[in-house]
Every structure is written in C-alpha cells, then in structure tokens.
C-alpha cells in the first residue's frame, strides 16, 4: 500500500510562507482523498485540508483563504501552499489518505516565530 512522507517544515516568521509536501510511495491516481492534517504539542489532531480526485479541495476553516491544497498525480506528490502564517499555525504536519487511512509518516514541522 501507498505510504506517505511529509517534508518543507521549518522555522518561519508571522506572515511568512512555506511549502510542504507530501510524497507518496506509489501512484495516487487510484486514491479518493488526501489530506492534511496537524497536530500542536498537547492537542489532538486536526484536519487543515483535502484534495480529492475531480480537482475537489476542501479546507478548515482556521485556514481557508491562506493554505492551498494542490494534488499532483504525475508527482505522486501532494502539496500544501501555506500563506500568512500565524502562531497557531505551529504544529507537525501530516498527510494521509481516505478512506483508507495508512500508517502515518514522520510528519513535518513548522514553526511560527519571530
């Protein structure tokens, strides 16, 4: 089965910018839904974004209007474009699939300070 690996965290400012991305280890055509989730130091897990196949994409909405979910299957690769940044935004980054949820991946940290 496709297992994922979570990479592009790192140290930002409030307001910055930063691409993660979310490499498959197999194609992703035959996969309904990825998404993204995060998970901040003493909170559960939290789902940020999906991309479903159609070109369908779906947001929270802590993030709507600032993170965009692009999904490229010649890639096997799923991207999450993240704009003006806040400090809530801290968290480890994962993504998976759905509905078949697959052992989850080393995730991706970002950190949001000055």
Known sequence: QVQFVESGGGLVQPGGSLRL???ASGSIDHIYDISWYRQAPEKGREWVARAIRGN???YADSVKGRFTISRINAENTVYLQMNS????DAAVYYCNSRPTVVRW????QV???S
């Open 21 to 23: 991305s979310c490499a």
């Open 56 to 58: 369908i994409t779906l």
């Open 85 to 88: 940044l806040k400090p809530d």
């Open 105 to 108: 991946g080393p995730g991706t």
């Open 111 to 113: 950190i949001v300070s």
